[in-house]
T-cell receptor, first 113, second 111 residues
Framework: EPEVTQTPSHQVTQMGQEVILRCVPI?????FYWYRQILGQKVEFLVS????????KSEIFDDQFSVERPDGSNFTLKIRSTKLEDSAMYFC???????????FGDGTRLSIL | DAKTTQPTSMDCAEGRAANLPCNHS???????VYWYRQIHSQGPQYIIH???NNETNEMASLIITEDRKSSTLILPHATLRDTAVYYC????????????FGSGTKLNVKP
């Protein structure tokens, strides 16, 4: 069964550094999403992306965050200058259409030191 | 999107059916009920969704009441690997953006 893959599985970064999290969505999917989950807390929506542009973003997704689909297969989340509070699991998801279920990857654990 | 209410936790014996309830009394006509689960720190896993008819797939069954104000996810023969947090989410058909994950129900399957 096709799946969403995320790399790396664990990223350790110094505070203030830039980090890029990578995702390969399911190949025929057109809608892409990032969520995050701080340890022990709920899964929170960050951003959705369709047709090469952001369709919705949450209050968490401030100017330090950006997303890109640099080629036909990858979908990336960049955090420009990381803060301690950015430490979390980051999940990528994709869906075939806007009303089909979203399928999630297993996440990248981001640790900011 | 309508909000949902789920019990914080439930226990189930291995091999028995697990019935997870969800209340969504403010659901509107174009909103679907989705169920996801999260095993430990893995990504949320899609289980099933429906609008008003009962649905069944290889993982589970979804029973939606006639007034659509509540639903039940049924895992027919729970195994230890079904221990997870189960999320009931209501979302409009053409709201193609976020899923709102609440606190869910922690299902503990016991031997």
């Amino acid at each position: 069964e096709p799946e969403v893959t995320q790399t790396p599985s664990h990223q350790v970064t110094q505070m203030g550094q830039e980090v890029i999290l990578r995702c390969v969505p399911i190949s025929n999917h057109l809608y892409f999403y990032w969520y995050r989950q701080i340890l022990g807390q709920k899964v929170e929506f960050l951003v959705s992306f369709y047709n090469n542009e952001i369709s919705e973003k949450s209050e968490i997704f401030d100017d330090q965050f950006s997303v890109e689909r640099p080629d036909g297969s990858n979908f990336t989340l960049k955090i420009r200058s990381t803060k301690l509070e950015d430490s979390a699991m980051y999940f990528c998801a994709s869906s075939e259409t806007d009303y089909q279920p979203q399928h999630f990857g297993d996440g990248t654990r981001l640790s900011i030191l | 999107d309508a909000k949902t209410t789920q019990p914080t936790s439930m226990d189930c014996a291995e091999g028995r059916a697990a019935n997870l309830p969800c209340n969504h009394s403010t659901i509107s006509g174009n909103e679907y009920v989705y169920w996801y689960r999260q095993i430990h720190s893995q990504g949320p896993q899609y289980i099933i969704h429906g609008l008003k008819n009962n649905e069944t797939n290889e993982m589970a069954s979804l029973i939606i009441t006639e007034d659509r104000k509540s639903s039940t996810l049924i895992l027919p023969h729970a195994t230890l690997r079904d221990t997870a947090v189960y999320y009931c989410i209501v979302r409009a058909e053409y709201n193609f953006n976020k899923f709102y994950f609440g606190s869910g129900t922690k299902l503990n399957v016991k031997p």
